[in-house]
């Protein structure tokens, strides 16, 4: 089984910053990427930002210069820093891990519940 605990989200002034955490539980055999997505109602989901063993991160668009993504693999666990907050980042914001559960299979897509960032104007 795999669970993943998030972090992290509230309730910050236009400008603000804050820290997602997500950390992946459970028993399995590697994580290949760790990271962000969020969706705005009446939208679909899009990438924040991505990071994969190996590879350098992923930021979307409407982030880039903004956060920074940055896993600590031993503790499972994958921190994005987001900076210069704005209202029109407020939305729910979910943790994404592809996750190998044996040696023998292809890795799967886990979500957690999501976490609620909402940015005052």
């Known amino acids: 089984q795999v669970q993943l605990w998030e972090s992290g989200g509230g309730s910050v002034p236009n400008g603000g910053s804050l820290r997602l955490s997500c950390t992946a539980s459970?028993?399995?055999?590697?994580?290949?990427?760790l990271g962000w997505y969020r969706q705005a109602p009446g939208m679909q989901r899009e990438m924040v930002a991505t990071?994969?063993?190996?590879?350098?991160?992923s930021y979307g668009d409407s982030v880039k210069g903004r956060s920074t993504i940055f896993m600590d693999n031993a503790k499972r666990t994958v921190h994005l820093q987001m900076d210069s907050l704005k209202p029109e980042d407020t939305t729910v914001y979910y943790c994404?891990?592809?996750?190998?559960?044996?040696?023998?299979?292809?890795?799967?897509?886990?979500w957690g519940p999501g976490t609620q960032v909402t940015v005052s104007s």
């Open positions: 459970g028993n399995f055999f590697s994580i290949d990427s």
């Open positions: 990071v994969t063993s190996g590879v350098i991160p």
């Open positions: 994404k891990a592809l996750i190998k559960i044996t040696a023998e299979h292809i890795s799967a897509a886990y």
